[in-house]
């Protein structure tokens, strides 16, 4: 039987031209304008080296036009631009260009309106490897830290079906498209994940899959003595 030949993925630049003077507008309007016209994407300004502005374009020949005219006019004598296949994430292309490059001609700075700040977990983090090290140094009170343990377990109320056939604080593991998963089964047979608590392996499940209907007990897996991960489905046999 033959292979099925693998495919290829498309490419999102379907082409490009860079670091063109702003001359050819002068002498080869008609040739640049028909070369590039209807299509969209994202370009650059330059004044001389330097990247001035970027920005996005649903039809090239009359953006790049307008910056002969508008605020913009005098202020670049280069250009550089690519051609993208898809509209989509053209916004998004040019917000993340924007963010990494702060080019002084953009008065705004790109907005990732979808993307979330992870400045506020990776602070949650630090703090808390922080505290760790500390209490490894200084010998922190060991009691507390149950205390606290115990105090956030009975903060989730309802049956916790986990309890009992998992070692506290086991991890179980998921995979969901390609990424993992990881989460913590507390002594009180509650589910840690993501700093939330979970009653069932359902609830935490859900939480991932944010549609359709989920059997948390086939969706998470804990690791047997031989280090196999098998479905906590298992323990129930």
Excluded at 205 to 216: D, L
């Amino acid at each position: 039987m033959a292979k099925k030949k693998k495919r290829s993925s498309r490419p999102i630049v379907i082409g490009h031209l860079e670091k063109i003077s702003s001359k050819v507008f002068d002498r080869y309007r008609k040739q640049i304008t028909d070369l590039i016209k209807g299509n969209y994407g994202v370009y650059a300004l330059y004044r001389r080296d330097k990247l001035y502005y970027i920005g996005m374009a649903t039809d090239f020949r009359r953006r790049i036009n307008q910056h002969l005219k508008d605020r913009l006019k005098g202020k670049w004598n280069y250009f550089s631009l690519y051609l993208v296949r898809k509209i989509d994430h053209l916004r998004e292309i040019e917000a993340l260009l924007v963010r990494i490059a702060g080019p002084g001609g953009n008065k705004q700075k790109g907005k990732l309106i979808r993307s979330k700040n992870l400045r506020p977990k990776l602070k949650r983090l630090l703090t808390e490897d922080t505290k760790r090290i500390i209490d490894e140094i200084l010998g922190g009170d060991r009691r507390g830290v149950r205390k606290r343990k115990k105090a956030k377990e009975k903060s989730v109320k309802g049956e916790k079906p986990l309890r009992g056939l998992l070692r506290d604080y086991q991890r179980i593991y998921a995979n969901y498209k390609g990424r993992d998963y990881k989460a913590k089964v507390l002594r009180s047979g509650t589910i840690k994940f993501n700093g939330k608590l979970y009653n069932s392996p359902t609830g935490a499940a859900k939480v991932i899959i944010a549609r359709g209907a989920v059997n948390g007990w086939d969706f998470w897996k804990y690791k047997d003595k031989s280090g196999d991960l098998r479905r906590i489905a298992d323990l129930r046999k």
